[in-house]
């Protein structure tokens, strides 16, 4: 079985400071993991997304994540934020039999 | 030209009554699902249809009833709404789970 855990339901952060959104996950199988933001009244879009390769993955706006094997981590980072990142961000993964599961969000609110 | 949409955007309906909510998906995907998200924001799976074919069932009430006519359309259709179905409900369609999903802008549905 697999499961997504994001430990911060709300994240407030100053505008221009770094911002680190947590993500582990367990599974023992192969898995591909995902980050998508929701901004307010829309639906999902994808950030970014690790299928395989370079553990360092590069998203759209400037967002980053690393995967971890070890710590069964995919952590989302963004150097300095802006008004604009405010959203709910999600982290999901999936398998190759058509399963998907997403975490249960971390708000993100940066505050000018 | 838009991905995955649904019809309609907002539904609003009393108690009782039968809706229909409608999504289409021009990606070529094989895999389409419907999501449930609440008011604070955590997404349910509710069905996964693999080339019209019913993967995914998760625990949800049998009023609730998925139709994939063709494997560019999934179609929730729900009897006898009840309050607690308040929520948005979100269409998506991937490649498989170890890709990205692509989500619709969401159906926000209100039960009165």
């Known amino acids: 079985a697999q499961s997504v855990t994001q430990l911060d339901s709300q994240v407030p952060v100053f505008e221009e400071a770094p911002v680190e959104l947590r993500c582990n996950y367990s599974s023992s199988v192969s898995v591909y993991l995902f980050w998508y933001v929701q901004y307010p009244n829309q639906g999902l879009q994808l950030l970014l997304k690790?299928?395989?390769?370079?553990?360092l993955v590069k998203g759209i706006n400037g967002f980053e994540a690393e995967f971890n094997k070890s710590q069964t981590s995919f952590h989302l980072r963004k150097p300095s934020v802006h008004i604009s990142d405010t959203a709910e961000y999600f982290c999901?993964?999936?398998?190759?039999?058509?399963?998907?599961?997403f975490g249960t969000g971390t708000s993100l609110t940066v505050i000018p | 030209d838009t991905a995955v949409s649904q019809t309609p955007k907002y539904l609003v309906t009393q108690m009782g009554n039968d809706k229909s909510i409608k999504c289409e998906q021009n990606?070529?995907?094989?895999?389409m699902y419907w999501y449930k998200q609440d008011s604070k924001k955590f997404l349910k799976i509710m069905f996964s249809y693999n080339n019209k074919e019913l993967i995914i069932n998760e625990t949800v009430p049998n009023r609730f009833s998925p139709k994939s006519p063709d494997k560019a359309h999934l179609n929730l259709h729900i009897n006898s709404l009840e309050l607690g179905d308040s929520a948005v409900y979100f269409c998506?369609?991937?490649?498989?789970?170890?890709?990205?999903?692509?989500f619709g802008d969401g159906t926000r549905l209100s039960i009165l």
């Open positions: 999901a993964v999936g398998n190759t039999g058509n399963q998907f599961y």
């Open positions: 990606l070529g995907h094989d895999t």
């Open positions: 690790y299928l395989s390769g370079s553990t």
């Open positions: 998506a369609s991937s490649r498989g789970g170890n890709q990205p999903q692509h």
